[in-house]
């Protein structure tokens, strides 16, 4: 059991958010791999609120990450992580919905499943919606939630120490 959970760990540790991709392109199966990972990923309910939208042509690339870093543009693809809020679990007590709790869910497998793969991803939050939608015809009812360029890293590149809070900042027991 501890070599499981360190390999675990191990991976953890490796998996950071890349931002440097070679223009390697990724093997069709390779994709069908990460994305296996995202559809075996729990929701809320079993609901799984998502569709994840596979980019690799350049100028549709181009058009989602319109206004997000340049340096997601050398990424040979970007998943969309789509949710529909409608199809949702909402919580009963106060009606949260829970897509972007679920999406998150997803979007880590995807992440974690391609650092196995030796593929760098990194999440993108900060972009243009409306530019996004119309990029991939997205219909209404439906939202792009993140983005995520995925790819080999580029020659050098690789996980920077990771900066975290010690346990003791983020850890209560018994009381917050």
Known sequence: M???????????????????YS???????MLMQVLEAA???????????????????????????????????N????????????SAWHRTADN???TDVDLSIA???????????GLGTCWVCSFDTAATREAINMPDGWEPVALIPIGYPAE???APEKQRKSADEIIRWEKF
């Open 2 to 20: 501890d070599s499981q959970y360190n390999q675990f760990i191990d991976l953890l540790r490796r998996r950071y958010s890349c931002r440097n």
């Open 23 to 29: 223009q390697r392109q990724i093997p069709h199966d």
């Open 39 to 73: 559809r075996l990923a729990p929701s809320a309910c079993n609901r799984q609120p998502w569709r994840f939208v596979v980019v690799t042509d350049e100028a549709v690339r181009a058009k989602m990450l319109v206004r997000s870093r340049e340096c997601f543009l």
């Open 75 to 86: 990424a040979p693809a970007v998943i969309v992580a789509c949710g529909d809020h409608s």
């Open 96 to 98: 949260k919905d829970h």
């Open 107 to 117: 979007v880590e497998h995807i992440c974690l499943a391609a650092t196995t793969l």
């Open 156 to 158: 050098g590149d690789q």
